[in-house]
C-alpha cells in the first residue's frame, strides 16, 4: 500500500516519499572561500583568454571589414565583407563555446544564414549582409577589444599581486640568498633604502596580499558579468527571434493541450453517458414490447431506465463542468473557486480579491488550475486544511493554493504539476512551487491579466 501511494504520488505531484539530501555545508564562509573556488579559477581563466582571443577576432574583423568597403566600389567587395561577417559568426561559436565551459553561460545559438529561395552564392551573400546577427557579431568583435585589455590587466595584476605577497613570507629568502638584497625594496634613493625583510614586515605585507586575495574573486565576477552581458546581448539570438522561438513551442504546447482534451471528452462521453444512453434506448425499446403483454415488467423497465437517465444526465453535468463550469460564466471566478472548494475532501478556505473580472479565457485557465491543485491535495497532501487566494497585481493575476501536509511536491519529475506549468507558460504564465518534504506546500500561479 505504502509503494502504491509513493508510486501515485510521484506520478500525481513529482513527490518521493524520501527525506532531502542535506545541503552541502562548508567549513569557511564565501568571503573566504571564494578564492579557492572553482568557479573563480574558471572565470579567471575565462580573462585570460580574452585578450588574445579578442586581438585576433579584432584584427580579422575590422581588416576584413575595412577590405571590403574599400573593395566595394568593385563587385569584389561584396564577397569580401560577407566573408569577414561569416568569420565573425564562426568566431561567435567559439566565443559561445568558451562562454559555457567557463562561464557556465548557456547562450542558444542565432538562427542561421537562410539563403533565398534561389539558393548559390550570391543569395547567401545577400542573406549574410542582411542578418542583424552577422552585425552583431561584428560590433562584438570591435568592442570586445579594449574591455578585454581592461580586465585582463586588472585581473591579472590583482590576481598576481595578491598571491605573491600574501605568500611572501615563504619565499622571501630567495632575495638574500640569489639576489643580495633583503628583501623586496619599497622604497629607496641615493642614501636610504627600505626592504621588507622584518618578520612585523613580512606579516604585514602578507596581510596585504591577503586582502588583495580576498577582493580579487568578487573583482572578476564583476567583470565577467559584463562579458555574460555582451556574449548574450551581442552573441545570442535577438530578442524578437526567441520570442518567436516561445510563441511557436507555446503554440505546439497549446495544441497538444487541446487534442488531449478533445480526447479526454471523447472517451467520457464514450465510456459513460452514451454507454448508458445506448442500454436507455434498449431498455425503453424492451419496455415498449411489453407494454400490453406484461404492464408490471414494464412498468419496472421504465422504472430502471429512469435512474439510467439520472446518473446519465449527472455525467453530462459532471463532463460539462469539466469542459466550462456553468458558474463560472453566470458568476464569476469566487462562486466558481468555492463550488470546487465544497468537493475538496480537506476544509478549504477561498478569498478572491478582484476588481473585476479577467478575460474569460484567463478566468477559465485561472478556474482550472486551482481546480487541479486542489485535487492533488485531496489526493495526495494528507492536509488537514487549504486556503484559496486570488487577487490582482497590476497587470497579473495571482494564484495561491497552500495546504499544510507532508510536502515534497516537485514539477520536475514529469508530474502533473509539470504539465500544469506548461499550460500557464502557454499564456506567459508562471507556477511557482514551495513543498520541501514535511510540509507545507505552496502553489503559487501567475497569469496575464486581460479584461
Known sequence: MATEYASQTR??????DRPDRPPKRHVLPP?????????????????MLSLPISVLLFVFAVTMTSLGTGLLITFLGVPVLAAGLAGCRGFGVVERARARALLKLDVADPAPVRAGPGGGP????????KSGVSWRHLLYAVLHLPWAVFSFSVSLVFWSYGWAMLTYPLWQWVFPVYTGTDGIQLYGDNTHSIYLDEPHELALTSAFGLLFTLVTPWLIRGMTTVDRVMVTGLLGPSRLATRVSELESDRGVVVDTAAADLRRIER???DGAQARLVTLAMDLGLAKEKLTEDPEAAARMVEGAHGEVK??????????RGIHPAVLTDRGLDAALSAVASRCTVPVQVEVDLPARP??????????????LLQNVSKHAR????????WRTEDRLMLQVSDDGQGGADATAGSGLAGLAERLDAVDGILVITSPVGGPTTVTAELPWRG
Open 359 to 372: 478575460a474569460p479565457a484567463i478566468e477559465g485557465i485561472a478556474y482550472f488550475t486551482v481546480s487541479e
Open 268 to 270: 467520457d462521453l464514450h
Open 11 to 16: 506520478d500525481r505531484w513529482g513527490r518521493e
Open 31 to 47: 568571503a573566504l572561500r571564494a578564492p579557492i573556488e572553482a568557479r573563480t579559477w574558471r572565470e579567471f581563466g575565462y580573462l
Open 383 to 390: 492536509a488537514s486544511r487549504a486556503t484559496v487566494d486570488v
Open 122 to 129: 550570391m543569395s547567401w551573400m545577400g542573406a549574410v549582409l
Open 311 to 320: 446518473i446519465a444526465l449527472q455525467e453530462l453535468r459532471d463532463l460539462a
